[in-house]
């Protein structure tokens, strides 16, 4: 007799944790590398030193890796007679015949190191009556090292002289000298573009589900129409002008629509009507994108 009514409360509790959950539109923003390129999107590759054989080597990995990315677009366009000189934290560029275009960075790679070697590690392991044993082993390992300079379209150097030295070992027999050289540049290319590539991020944007009669407009963004939910809210928005959660809930549409400048003085009006917790934290996050906004915009 006495499960029932606990069944029924606990049912009835979950529904109201249902009913009351939260509402949210989902955005995917671009959040700015460590090394911010800004908007560029292609990468040309104008000047490389060092061995030629082995510096084209590390090029063509470049335009593998970032071809399989996804973001970046590598050209090798060493043969153009272009030249990038360091002057302080400015950079110049000069020769070629280039046109110079906004979403456009040149590359400067310095090959400085190529080569591999041979060492001998001590191993320690335990034999079949369990004592323990040391053994050596022969390594075969494989260093690179290039610098990386970068500059954009306006000259303004964005990277100078980044040095990436990378090691790969194997031991002796596993692999050729070359192979495990190579191995080694992979590397120093991945840990490159892993700096240098912009990431996107999905998140929330939480919508006040507290008056009712916005349900339907939040349908309506949720599929994905955000600028009708816009006209839609601006219209609820007009025959109740001094309603918080519709100027929040708009704030909300206009962010969800990258138009973050609106946005933040939408929730600027909200939080003076009727500040939630949770309206500062949108507001907050809302001007986070806005600064990655603009720093991809560089």
């Given at each position: 007799m006495t499960s029932y009514p606990s069944l029924l409360s606990v049912l009835l509790v979950l529904f109201a944790f249902a009913g009351s959950g939260c509402a949210s539109l989902r955005v995917q923003v671009l959040q700015p590398a460590y090394v911010n390129l800004g908007r560029t999107e292609q990468l040309s590759v104008v000047q490389a030193t060092g061995r030629r054989s082995k510096r084209e080597l590390i090029i063509d990995e470049l335009e593998?890796?970032?071809?399989?990315a996804g973001f970046f677009a590598v050209e090798d366009r060493t043969d153009e007679g272009i030249e990038i000189k360091l002057i302080g934290g400015s950079a110049e560029t000069s020769g070629g015949t280039r046109d110079q275009l906004d979403i456009e960075a040149y590359l400067r790679i310095d090959l400085l190191?190529?080569?591999a070697d041979t060492t001998r590690r001590t191993q320690s392991y335990r034999d079949d009556n369990d004592r323990e044993r040391v053994r050596t082993i022969d390594m075969l390992v494989g260093r690179v090292v290039f610098a990386v300079t970068t500059v954009n379209w306006q000259g303004r150097a964005l990277m100078a002289e980044n040095d990436y030295e990378q090691v790969h070992e194997v031991q002796l027999g596993e692999m050729s000298e070359d192979r495990v050289v190579f191995e080694a540049a992979r590397r120093g290319v991945r840990l490159l573009l892993r700096q240098i590539t912009p990431t996107w991020h999905f998140e929330s944007?939480?919508?006040?589900?507290?008056?009712?009669?916005?349900?339907e407009i939040y349908k309506v963004a949720k599929q994905g129409n955000r600028p009708y939910a816009e006209e839609l809210m601006r219209e609820y928005l007009s025959a109740d002008p001094g309603n918080s959660v519709a100027q929040y809930n708009l704030a909300v549409i206009l962010d969800a629509q990258g138009r973050y400048p609106g946005a933040l003085q939408l929730y600027d009006q909200a939080m003076k009507g009727g500040a939630k917790g949770f309206y500062a934290?949108?507001?907050?996050?809302?001007?986070?994108?806005?600064?990655?906004?603009k720093a991809m915009a560089e």
């Open positions: 593998r890796q970032a071809r399989d190191e190529w080569q944007i939480r919508w006040d589900s507290s008056d009712k009669t916005q349900k934290n949108s507001r907050a996050a809302c001007a986070r994108r806005l600064a990655a906004s």
